[in-house]
């Protein structure tokens, strides 16, 4: 890709994860006169830890991304309808027509919606009480919300958001179609040991069951095998979907995703596409619950991804040279009372090692290839999380004494704090030294961590790691204090 002609107009669609990493990289003065549509009120922010607006435990502005760098137009409540790639124009929503020598598309993804049924009302829209969770405003109103929820789909995110309700003190049934929670991602043992582990945190599970009406005036749902769930309010947790509608009808190739190549380029000139909205031409499935292929790489979708295609797009069209070959495979559940990590593939495997303590809620299943992880899942083992992770991501080879590794105590592998120039946060770059050094400045808690470095304000998958560092700081710190 050659580099930009100075002054030259880059229009970015969309103001998620994505489009902000993008437009940080390219920073200011950057090479580009850079304006973004967001369609949604709101600057950009962390979508993954929606989650902890629903329990109450980040208020909304913990969730902001940085400021753009100065100079950047953004334009939010404003969505682009219609891209003229031939004339390289984007129009607007409030009737404003932005012409383009670059385009971005960051549209995003949107929440699966059930047709017409249950959920909707005569006008065909949802019906009131009943709302997916995607944006903060969705978020918003569920947590100012009281009384039952039925949350309807069982995967990471219905998982996820059923745990941050309960956690805010809602009675919470959660209605899966599949035989177990998250059976997308774990087989029947570890979907076993997850379901004791859900139904002994309170949680009202109906497997094997869909929503066939919604009774009483919205006050009750009935499923399909006749029973009752007494909920006023449901979540709707069915999946997410790329947005391409914009992109489909200005005749870009689309599949499930706006296709793209390694270099994030679409099929109309000087279009690209980043994030959840795109689809890598050779890419296997799409979004944050899809699950790895054969190498262990998530195919598309979920935000280590997009934040990896929007610097490499950012280095692209500031005249460097970069390939987007796909995300971290790494799957950890945002909830502190689940310790669920899953890495890598079991494919290729030639030795298994599965631990089962279902009366502990715990299991593990080590896939290995030639002594080195291929795959891994473990369910309530959290001292065995960080280690397993540097085992997977580095290629080292597995301790000799598997069991010891699984229980944290397997040197080096063993719990507690790794080198401190190690990455713990890989979203936001944050080293243990640095959390070191914010820990010793008074940030004492994960949440004064993450509010000082950024750390776990991400994806979140490093809160564990956080957490054990910031433990370990604060034991050798009590007992400093108890010998002097
Ligand atoms: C509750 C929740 C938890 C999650 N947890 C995780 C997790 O733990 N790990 C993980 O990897 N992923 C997770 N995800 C997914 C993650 O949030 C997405 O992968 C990430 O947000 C993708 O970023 P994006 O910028 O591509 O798209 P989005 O975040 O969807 O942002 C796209 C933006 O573009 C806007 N837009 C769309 N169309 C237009 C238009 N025509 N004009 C103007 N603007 C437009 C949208 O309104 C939106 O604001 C989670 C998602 C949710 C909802």
């Known amino acids: 890709m050659s580099g930009p002609v100075p002054g030259e107009r880059l229009v970015v669609i969309g103001y998620g994860p994505a489009a902000h990493r993008l437009v940080e990289r390219l920073g200011r003065p950057g090479p580009y006169a850079v304006t973004v549509l967001g369609a949604e009120p709101e600057p950009a922010y962390g979508r993954p830890l929606l989650t902890a607006v629903l329990d109450g435990t980040l208020p909304v502005r913990a969730l902001r991304l940085p400021e753009p760098p100065p100079g950047t137009a953004l334009r939010l409540g404003v969505r682009a309808v219609s891209v003229d790639p031939r004339r390289r124009l984007v129009r607007t929503s409030d009737g404003a027509a932005h012409p383009y020598d670059r385009l971005v598309l960051a549209t995003g993804a949107a929440p699966v919606l059930p047709g017409p049924g249950w959920a909707r009302d005569a006008d065909g829209r949802l019906a009131p009480g009943v709302r997916p969770l995607r944006t903060l405003a969705d978020a918003a109103r569920l947590a100012s919300g009281s009384g039952p929820v039925a949350v309807v789909g069982g995967g990471v995110l219905g998982v996820e958001a059923a745990l941050a309700l309960r956690r805010r003190g809602r009675p919470v049934v959660l209605v899966h179609r599949g035989p177990h929670p998250l059976d997308r991602h774990l087989d029947a043992r570890a979907g076993e040991a997850v379901t004791g582990r859900l139904r002994a945190l309170s949680l009202d599970l109906r497997l094997g ?51 793209v190549d390694h270099r994030l380029r679409t099929s109309a000139a000087r279009a690209y596409a980043i994030g959840d909205c795109a689809e890598p031409l050779d890419g296997g499935g799409y979004g944050p619950d899809a699950a790895p ?44 009372e689940l310790d669920l990590l899953r890495v890598g593939t079991t494919a290729g495997a030639d030795e298994t090692v599965v631990l089962g303590d279902a009366a502990a809620g715990r299991y593990a299943r080590l896939s290995l290839r030639a002594g080195r992880l291929t795959g891994a899942v473990l369910i309530g083992l959290h001292r065995a999380a960080a280690g397993v992770v540097r ?12 069991l010891a590794l699984l229980l944290g105590e397997a040197p080096p592998y063993e719990a507690g704090p790794p080198p401190g120039t190690a990455l713990v946060c890989h979203c936001n770059n944050v080293t243990g030294d640095a959390l070191e050094a914010a820990w010793r400045a008074g940030a004492r808690t994960a949440a004064a961590l993450a509010a000082a470095t950024r750390a776990g304000t991400g994806c979140g998958g490093c809160a564990e790691e956080v957490r054990v560092r910031c433990e370990a700081w604060s034991g050798a710190g009590t007992r400093e204090e108890a010998v002097s």
Not at 210 to 235: H, N, P
Not at 314 to 320: C, D, N, R, Y
Not at 391 to 402: A, C, F, S, T, Y
């Open 209 to 259: 069951r869909t929503v066939a009406a919604r009774e009483d005036a919205g006050a009750a749902l009935a499923l399909d095998d006749g029973s009752r769930v007494e909920a006023a309010e449901v979540l709707l947790c069915v999946g997410a979907r790329p947005r391409v509608e914009l992109a489909r009808a200005a005749g870009l190739a689309v599949r499930s995703g706006v296709l």
């Open 391 to 402: 085992l997977h991501q580095r290629g080292e080879p597995v301790p000799v004494d598997r």
């Open 293 to 336: 292929g054969p190498t262990g790489r998530v195919p598309a979708g979920g935000f280590a991804s997009a934040w990896d295609q929007a610097e490499t797009l950012a280095l692209l069209l500031t005249g460097g040279d970069g390939r987007h070959s796909g995300a971290r495979g790494v799957l950890r559940l945002k909830a502190p």
